[in-house]
């Protein structure tokens, strides 16, 4: 009797054993397809960077840097456009960020939720997948002649503002939805206004998500080449635009904002194409500059992030 | 009214619902013609089962619904001396949360400071002078029996407090701002017995200064410290009256059931 059921007990141990194996391999199988995946994504990755770095070697110094495109490959470096790429971000940033923000908490803490607000977020969404050369297009004839603004640093910071805004919309309303509805409960429940609501909470703890998706936008921005080919960007320049900060008053100009500009990709884009083999060496150069620089923004964006989760646990 | 007040000659109403009916957006109606006053520096205790609707009565008196679309009051809440009814359209939500200040069920302090977060409440008055809002901060903490734990920490994250500091934190921010009513919506389920006794305690000291109406699940805590009960039932007020008469002595079958076991 006894060994009966302990044979039974043994019986069915063996059975539920034999089933946690098989229900394992299921785990183990995905497991190893993701690895393989993650591993090759970031293979191929480093090769292409390591690639860029070998190729570039020879002009990694500071002349690269500092000097101004040239008719001799040695003699050429970056400096316009580098400046030019700077310059564009900050009009990029600070059309953007505020826009992108303020449309954020307006959908999610004012709109009220009908077919309208449903086809503004099916546009925010979709303006995220647009082409980027047809918002270069739209530029052209929005900023360029319709607004009279030419082919200026501020034509090509609004156009790929344009391209960053919806990351920035769909980054906020994301991290605004993070936040528990009991926290906005308790702010109401003192008698805070909306907009004291907004201020004061929603905008301060969705701070870490809003600023992931602006550094995420701002990478992106970086790289991009076609739009700011269509709103027609200078490949060859070698001059600076006008200093945004001055030693005399008023110390801020915004003169640079009209000046004619190029940047990084454009710069690449125009060595990769000359046929002497020594300006390819400059356009790999470039090209590691600018993975570096998106490695880096995409590394500040994650770090944030992790720093404000571990801050902040609803 | 006046039955009401002879009934209980030396009791004040500081507040009362008449004919009130809730509905939600979806179209349920949670709350059938409850009639009931609070009385002036006594703790009211609504207890019923889940669903009953007592939560949904305590969120009308700070209009919390106005915060969602669609919900539907009618009816009214008187407040007193005034006579203001609180949900009537003209009434400002923010004016009614200015008056009458609430605590949560789940503890649920902003993710700053101890300090900033007890002075909010003052800071969206407009008061900017250093000198008051330490004061009040002070005297806020003082009164939620807070600020011999938290006097040299002022400055540190709120969420590094225990659930019960927490949640005397959040009565602390619901008390500097000098409430005629203070609402809790189960204030102590997320708490452990200690933190429970502590805020129960707190309770029965702030009454001396403010009218208290509490949601509570734990019928020994409505038996312990409110000084009246309401029973309600499927969005109905069953029963109501002084909270020993009530668990001693009920007039209603189902209050009765309720009250010993028999159900909920």
Redesign the interface.
């Known amino acids: 009797m006894v060994n009966d059921k302990k044979a039974e007990i043994e019986n069915n141990l063996t059975r539920i054993r034999s089933l946690i194996t098989k229900h394992k391999r299921h785990d183990h199988i995905f497991a190893g397809v993701g690895m393989f995946i993650i591993i090759s994504l970031t293979i191929t990755l480093l090769v292409l960077f390591l690639d860029l770095v070998f190729d570039g070697y020879p002009r990694f110094n500071l002349d690269f840097l500092t000097n101004f495109p040239s008719r001799r490959a040695t003699a050429a470096g970056i400096l316009s456009a580098w400046v030019g790429s700077a310059l564009v971000l900050i009009v990029t940033f600070f059309a953007a960020v505020p826009l992108g923000i303020a449309a954020g908490v307006y959908l999610e803490e004012y709109a ?2 009908n077919w309208f607000s449903d086809l503004i977020e099916i546009n925010v969404t979709n303006l995220a997948g647009v082409p980027s050369i047809i918002y270069g297009l739209l530029a052209l004839g929005l900023f360029v002649y319709g607004f009279g603004l030419g082919q200026t640093i501020l034509t090509a910071g609004l156009t790929l503002a344009l391209l960053m805004l919806p990351i920035v919309i769909v980054a906020t309303r994301e991290a605004i939805r993070a936040i ?1 509805i ?12 909306k907009w ?1 609501v907004s201020l ?2 929603v905008i301060q ?1 969705s701070y870490g998500g809003i600023l992931t998706g602006v550094i995420i936008g701002m990478a992106r921005a970086i790289g991009e080449t076609a739009p700011v080919i269509t709103i027609g960007a200078l490949t060859f320049i070698a001059f600076l635009p006008p200093s945004p900060v001055g030693l005399e008053p008023p110390f801020i100009n915004f003169e640079w904002l009209e000046a004619g500009f190029t940047v990084l990709p454009i710069q690449m884009f125009n060595w990769i194409s000359r046929p002497q083999m020594a300006f390819h060496v400059n356009a790999a150069a470039t090209g590691a500059i600018i993975i570096l620089l998106t490695l880096l923004m995409n590394g500040l964006a994650i770090k944030i992030r992790y720093n404000i989760r571990k ?3 609803w | 009214m006046v039955d009401k007040k002879r009934k209980h000659p030396k009791e004040i109403i500081k507040a009362e619902s008449n004919a009130l009916n809730f509905s939600y957006a979806d179209g349920t109606q949670a709350l059938k013609n409850i009639n009931l006053p609070v009385y002036e520096n006594k703790i009211t205790a609504l207890i019923g089962p889940s669903g009953c609707g007592k939560s949904t009565f305590l969120r009308c008196f ?1 209009r ?1 619904h106005d ?1 969602y ?1 669609g919900n539907k009051y009618d009816g009214e809440i008187i407040l007193h001396p005034d006579n203001t009814n609180i949900l009537d359209k003209r009434v400002d939500p ?1 004016e009614v ?2 008056r009458i ?2 605590v ?1 069920q ?1 503890p ?4 700053k400071s101890i300090y900033e977060n007890v002075a ?2 003052l ?3 407009g008061e900017k002078n250093k000198r008051v809002l330490d004061d009040k901060v002070e005297e806020a903490l003082k009164g939620a029996s807070l600020w011999d734990e938290v006097k040299k920490r002022l400055h540190d ?1 709120a ?1 590094n407090l225990s659930g019960g500091q927490q949640q005397r934190l ?1 009565i602390a ?2 008390l500097a ?1 000098d409430p005629e009513i203070m609402l809790f919506d189960e204030p102590t389920s997320a708490l452990d017995p200690i933190a429970t006794m502590n805020i129960e305690e707190l309770m029965a000291g702030l009454k001396e200064k403010l009218s208290i109406l509490i949601v509570t699940h734990n019928m020994q805590q409505a038996a312990r410290i409110s000084d009246y009960t309401a029973y309600m039932y499927l969005g109905e007020l069953v029963e109501h009256d002084k909270t020993n008469k009530v668990f001693t002595n009920p007039r209603k079958k189902e209050t009765e059931d309720y009250i010993t076991g028999k159900f909920g």
Do not use: D, W
Request: hydrophobic content about 40%; glycine content about 4%.
């Open positions: 009220k939720k528990p009991h926290i906005r409960e308790a702010a109401y429940a003192v008698g805070a206004t004291q004061h909470h703890y801050k902040i646990k | 700070n919390m915060l679309p923010i949360r200015m200040s609430m949560f789940k649920n302090p902003f993710p909010y409440g800071r969206v008055r994250l969420f959040c921010r619901a701002t």
